[in-house]
């Protein structure tokens, strides 16, 4: 696996210069070079609600600082629990905390929460609907670290558990909203977390974040593109790029994967003469693109449909931009895919 | 510090006697259970219930009760006749025990059952959630004590010692753990089907304050849990309990495979007969 978008030369060592892969575009960086973000959202406005919130304490399993839960941490430290690496204790303790009446935000990687302490937070937690709140940070294909740390199945995996609220956040707007909202819902919620430097995109959109809602972020009368997570910050890029080829491009987006907000999704679907793409940062099984075709199926809408997801198969590692690139989500990717379409 | 209500003008010894006869006749109801585990348990759940444990009957979810965290959720029998006997469940519910509609299912689960603070069933969760709760309490300012049971086979669980070394981490003198090793799990003898001794020595060096004790000698467990309440040391506390499947019916002690007991139609009155017969020797 070699990278292009990202290789730089190495000249000191002269004749042979060998190509190397910056770092931090291999391990997370989600923001395009020179695109506007917001340092660690979720941390943020954790710390903030946490003020006038003395129920809300922060949990996680040695992952502090790399889920922005260290400003919390910081803010409030009487009311940091560092589990140590164990998820299956910080889900069962999360859940004892949640018995005593506290609304624990507990904390770790995507991938650990959804393979490797999967049957804790089913029976811990969204068995008995306790107000445990799951952040869990690299979702998707956000690492290039390989398939140890790409959560490509964590929406398929918690949108089949019984009474789990799931959350997919588009940028660090949707992000910090979303936080004061998992605490106003009653059970268990999974959100999928953005964090580090976070693209800001929907503050252009007059957004804001509503649990369950579906948002129109811009018309479009040629494709409806209906997405969740980092993919509505790619549909938005492609709509804008879209305009020189003169298709109009409806984007729709979805940051609550469970429950789906049906009554927005069969409406804009059903508005005839577009094409309906889900584009999403999860494998094609099991998360939003098959939860819309079965809506749709279901509900005997039938629009020409297409789903831009990830492979069926174990990714490779390398730098996020060349493997987005090879799997097809990348603004570009995503652009040329819809036009082959049309 | 003794706030239970029923007060103590019957003895340990009796209770236990009643816990095993409620068992005994839920398992009758479905002709089959885990009957030797509830008999081997008996003992301990009588001075969990009528001596060392803070609660009101009739209100389970009393803030200042203490929590008793069933672990191992195939032992819900056991704990079902010991809340029948403590008054938090009635009696009249014993005969529905397994039954569609019953709020006594044949697992554990907290939905169902004044009384039962988790849903079991998955092995290794409770310490963990002992944990969680002890965090909880203590944020709270609260003086209630979490007793968790768990057995000796749920110390195959990986996640049963990262609840271990959490407690003594965070100093966890309000959590009581009970194991019981009756040396039987699913597939044979504990023991053998992974070696977890010496098991005192280990939970010691995990930080804990350990006692072991004959789990079926209802004053050594009496004494035990007073031990563990009074410990002066910021640390968890374990109580390994050493107990015999079938305790107290002397044919189902008797019996090999142990884990999963069937007995015949005729058998019920007989151990019911055998456990009275123990009962005033």
Known sequence: MTSTS?????????????????????????????????????????????????????????????????????????????????EQLLMGAAAGMAHEGFVPFATTYAVFASRRAYDFIHQTIAEENLNVK??????????GYGPSHQAAEDLALFRAMPNMTVLDPCDALDTEQMVPAMVAHQGPVYMRLLRG????????????????????????????????????MRALEVAKSLEADKVDVAV??????????????????????RMVVVAENHSVIGGLGEAIAGLLLRSGVAPKF????????FLLAGALPTLHDRYGISAEAVSASIKGWL | ?????????????????????????????????????????????????????????????????????????????????????????PEEELETYGSDGSRLPMSGMAAYTPGMEMSGGSLGLGLSIGVGMCLGLKRKGSSSRVYTLFSDGELDEGSVWEAIMSAAHWKLDNLIGIIDVNN?????????????????????????????????????????????????????????????????????????????????????????????????A
């Open chain 1, 197 to 232: 430097h976070v693209p800001l995109v929907l503050d252009e959109y007059g957004y804001r974040f509503e649990l369950g809602k579906a948002k129109m972020l811009r018309d479009g009368t040629d494709v409806l593109v209906i997405s969740s997570g980092i993919m509505t």
């Open chain 2, 184 to 280: 039987q799990q699913a597939d044979g003898p504990s023991t053998q089907v992974m070696a977890f001794e010496p098991l005192v020595d280990k939970l010691e060096a995990f930080g804990w304050f350990v006692q072991r004790v004959d789990g079926n000698d209802i004053e050594a467990v009496r004494a035990a849990f007073d031990a563990a309440r009074d410990h002066a040391e910021p640390k968890p506390r374990m109580i390994v309990c050493d107990t015999r499947m079938g305790r107290g019916v002397p044919f189902l002690e008797a019996r090999e495979k142990n884990h999963f007991i069937r007995v015949d139609e005729h058998e019920w009155q007989m151990a019911l007969e055998a456990l009275e017969a123990g009962r005033t």
């Open chain 1, 134 to 143: 799951l952040a869990c940070a690299l979702p998707g294909l956000t690492s």
């Open chain 1, 306 to 313: 297409r789903h831009i997801g990830l492979p069926d198969e």
């Open chain 2, 1 to 89: 510090m003794q706030t239970n209500p029923l007060g103590h003008n019957v003895d340990l010894a009796e209770r236990a006697y009643r816990i095993r006869r409620n068992a005994l006749l839920m398992g009758e109801v479905q002709g089959q259970g885990y009957i030797g585990q509830a008999l081997d348990i008996a003992d301990v759940l009588a001075t969990a219930y009528f001596h060392a444990m803070s609660y009101r009957p009739e209100d389970p979810e009393w803030e200042g009760r203490d929590r008793f965290l069933l672990s191992n959720g195939h032992y819900a029998i056991a704990l079902y006749a010991a809340l029948i006997e403590a008054g938090i469940v």
């Open chain 1, 252 to 273: 729709l987006h979805v940051p609550t994967i469970k429950p789906l907000d049906a009554e927005t999704i069969l409406r804009e679907a059903a508005r005839t003469g």
């Open chain 1, 6 to 86: 990202t290789t730089n030369v190495d000249t000191k060592e002269g004749a042979s210069p060998k190509p190397r892969l910056k770092t931090s575009a291999m391990i997370a960086s989600i923001a395009s070079e020179g695109q506007r973000t917001k340092p660690a959202p979720f941390g943020h406005a954790l710390a903030e609600l946490a003020e006038s919130r003395p129920e809300i304490v922060g949990m996680t399993a040695d992952l502090g600082k790399y889920t922005d839960l260290h400003v919390f941490a910081k803010a409030h430290p009487d009311r940091y629990y560092q589990m140590g690496m164990a």
